[in-house]
């Protein structure tokens, strides 16, 4: 049977991508070995990882303007602490939106003052702040785009001087956006370009080499530019799987085609939850997320029929996370309508059971 795999991550990948790098397991560029045996300093892997980062750049639309893209390896966990070691000289300003936002501020509170500027903790995270204001004064502004837990997004940035910094581990490429407003972007692999292992930063040269504490080697990102995304043994294959999912994304027409499909995909699956009377939506509606749809049931009686409905149909990743509870549809970009038809059509199959 086929599956419909709604994970918030690791995630959906798209199926060319899969039937391209499995042949590459036994045989990649018909070089006789493995993607998994060749040496990374091999011309093959430097070509791959070069093109990765051309076409990250090229996706966002940030060609030639000032910046670099790089692979590292740890996560976005990582560029948390990163982050910090590489911008903070004094105080930051962090918008808080959910967990991941909690975690990078814990980490950069290592390094200097940190300021909230807003914060929707008090509201388990259902919706984004507004109304805030960036101080003027801080080393770099951070923000969260995209809230897998709660099925929140950020629709708008704050207008400010101050270098912004944002994670995009959940939504990056999925939709248009002038990305020369952001001075560092960083994301995990695993949710919209690849498997686990691998997290793109695209930062702007400028804003680097201005704290005055010593960086260790690994987290300079200077070293890392310095080096081409290559100063460590590089995660070879999930940087090759995140190639050939940013050509595919480059030969659907990229962030402009991809945008509106998941518009189309999140639209169908929210009038479904704001029409069906057996769910509700956890997530402001102003706010809500085009990747990852959380709903719950308004009534828990029916979890056990709705639970075995969606299984048999093929569905697989829709339980909620433990902190919300419910259901979350993550809809990243390989994900296909018809799954989210499917999705669709459980739901109101149980209304009419119901």
């Not at 695209?202 to 310095?226: A, F, N, Q, T």
């Not at 929210?270 to 049931?297: C, I, Q, W």
């Not at 799954?339 to 009419?352: A, F, K, P």
Request: glycine share 8%; aromatic share 10%; with cysteine.
């Amino acid at each position: 049977m086929e599956k419909h795999n709604f994970s918030a991550g690791p995630c959906i990948l798209p199926h060319e991508v899969f039937l391209e790098a499995s042949q590459s397991i036994l045989n990649f560029n018909d070089s006789g070995l493995s993607i998994l045996e060749i040496s990374h300093r091999s011309k093959d892997f430097v070509d791959v990882m070069e093109e990765a980062r051309n076409l990250a750049l090229e996706l966002l639309g940030l060609e030639g303007k000032g910046y670099k893209a790089l692979f590292l390896q740890g996560g976005a966990s990582m560029e948390f602490l990163m982050v910090a070691y590489n911008l903070l000289e004094k105080k930051a300003a962090y918008l808080n939106t959910g967990t991941w936002s909690d975690k990078a501020i814990k980490e950069a509170k290592l390094f200097g003052d940190v300021i909230e500027v807003a914060s929707s903790k008090e509201a388990n995270f259902s919706y984004i702040p507004k109304g805030y204001t960036v101080p003027e004064d801080v080393d770099y502004f951070h923000c969260t785009s995209n809230n897998t837990i709660f099925g929140t997004q950020m629709k708008s940035f704050p207008a400010t001087d101050v270098p912004v910094v944002c994670d995009m581990s959940s939504d990056i490429f999925s939709r248009q956006m002038d990305f020369s407003t952001f001075d560092l972007i960083y994301a995990g692999a695993q949710k919209n370009m690849g498997p686990a292992g691998t997290t793109l930063v695209v930062v702007k040269e400028d804003i680097l080499g201005k704290v005055s504490r010593k960086i260790p080697s690994m987290m300079d990102y200077k070293i890392h530019i310095g080096k081409g995304s290559m100063f460590n043994t590089p995660a070879v294959f999930p940087v090759y799987v995140s190639m050939l999912t940013l050509r595919w994304l480059k030969e659907k027409g990229g962030i402009e085609a991809i945008e509106k499909e998941n518009e189309k995909k999140a639209t169908l699956v929210y009038s479904e939850v704001d029409l069906n009377p057996l769910f509700k939506g956890f997530a402001a509606n102003e706010d809500r997320s085009m990747m990852n749809a959380t709903f719950t049931l308004e009534n828990g009686d029916l979890k056990e029929t709705f639970d075995e409905m969606w299984k048999e149909a093929g569905i697989v990743g829709l339980n909620g996370h433990r902190s919300v509870g419910g259901y979350r549809a993550s809809m990243y970009n390989a994900l296909s309508m018809e799954s989210v038809g499917t999705l669709v059509d459980v739901m109101s199959e149980l209304e009419r059971k119901a």
